[in-house]
């Protein structure tokens, strides 16, 4: 089983900018899709940002559009997401997510991915 581990969160002023790693192990990251997710207390996990195995393919949540990046080291097996001009409302629990195959429906669903962290808290103050 694949096993994903996320870095990289803090705490930061609105405004901000944090970078969240994801390092894959046991299996090469270009085998999965893979998406980054959050979840604020008391709300629902939230799909943020998803990207296919062959980099063909990479969808963000509206939320985030024109803020956060996804990419990619394959030499480091290694998923990131840039999180740029960061508000209070990013605010949460960050976990990256993998599975083997193409996506069924939507992406940014969590019921798509079979493997998650643990996840990395990013804390945006006003």
């Known amino acids: 089983q694949v096993q994903l581990v996320e870095s990289g969160g803090g705490s930061v002023q609105a405004g901000g900018s944090l970078r969240l790693s994801c390092t894959v192990s046991?299996?090469?990251?270009?085998?999965?899709?893979m998406g980054w997710f959050r979840q604020a207390p008391g709300k629902e996990r939230e799909g943020v940002a998803a990207?296919?195995?062959?980099?063909?393919?990479?969808m963000y949540a509206d939320s985030v559009k024109g803020r956060f990046t996804v990419s990619r080291d394959d030499a480091k097996n290694t998923l990131y997401l840039q999180m740029n001009s960061l508000e209070p409302e990013d605010t949460g629990l960050y976990y990256c997510?993998?599975?083997?195959?193409?996506?069924?429906?939507?992406?940014?669903?969590?019921?798509?991915?079979?493997?998650w962290g643990q996840g990395t808290q990013v804390t945006v103050s006003s």
């Open positions: 997510a993998a599975r083997t195959v193409p996506w069924s429906s939507n992406r940014l669903s969590p019921l798509q991915y079979t493997d």
């Open positions: 990207i296919s195995a062959g980099l063909a393919s990479i």
């Open positions: 046991k299996y090469t990251v270009t085998s999965y899709y």
